[in-house]
């Protein structure tokens, strides 16, 4: 299995519907993340979360929300979704040395 | 605020040519510079780090360069393959906030036969 896995791989929505992309890992990382890809804009942070009590915003936040059900589990909600949405999302978890990355959710909002 | 900058945003190299990327910061807490590598359809995954009191490291075709007085380092894979083609990401390492990280934009890197 892997180390962090996401959950869907893909995922086609309508303007205006809520949207749960969920994320566990098997590392016992305390520290999780939620990052979105954009072409030509590198990763930017979303949320991150430092322990199952611990929720902060990230750069771009705005329409977005979190929830750390467990140490190995954090999803993301998509409130009301829009079109300039469509992007690829990832989950990370990190430790001292660096983050291990989900392979992502390619979410397109139509 | 870009703490780690990153450049070129694109790379066009040939199969066999030396392809070199580079990242600049400012914040003088950062010790460790981790380099990560993503391919389509993947997540980025750890390739190579270093930590600031050494100038190079080597692993295999792929070595990061650090120059601590200028506050930068570099990534070059030699003898660039096909395969090598992906994302590049350099990212930095603060212990001062409690183990942060700070990516760089990125680099897309494509290898032609």
């Known amino acids: 299995d892997a180390d962090v896995t996401q959950t869907p791989r893909n995922r086609i929505t309508k303007t205006g519907k809520r949207i749960m992309l969920e994320c566990s890992q098997t590392?016992?990382?305390?520290?999780m993340y939620w990052y979105r890809q954009d072409p030509g804009l590198g990763l930017r942070l979303i949320y991150y979360s430092f322990d199952v009590k611990d929720i902060n915003k990230g750069e771009i936040s705005d329409g977005y929300s979190v929830s750390r059900q467990a140490q190995a589990k954090f999803s993301l909600s998509l409130e009301s979704a829009i079109p300039n949405q469509t992007a690829l999302y990832f989950c990370a978890t990190s430790d001292i040395y660096g983050y291990t990355f989900g392979s992502g959710t390619r979410l397109t909002v139509v | 605020q870009q703490q780690v900058k990153q450049s070129p945003q694109s790379l066009i190299v040939q199969k066999g040519g030396i392809s070199i990327i580079n990242c600049a910061y400012e914040?003088?807490?950062?010790?460790?510079f981790p380099w990560y590598q993503q391919f389509p359809g993947k997540g980025p995954a750890l390739l190579i780090a270093i930590r600031p009191d050494v100038s190079e490291k080597k692993e295999g075709r792929f070595t990061i360069s650090f120059n601590k007085s200028a506050k930068q380092f570099s990534l070059h894979i030699m003898d660039s393959q096909p395969g090598d083609s992906a994302t590049y990401f350099c990212?930095?390492?603060?212990?001062?906030?409690?183990?942060?990280?700070?990516f760089g934009t990125g680099t897309s890197l494509t290898v032609i036969p």
């Open positions: 590392k016992g990382h305390d520290r």
């Open positions: 914040n003088t807490a950062f010790d460790y």
């Open positions: 990212a930095a390492r603060t212990l001062t906030t409690g183990n942060q990280f700070y």
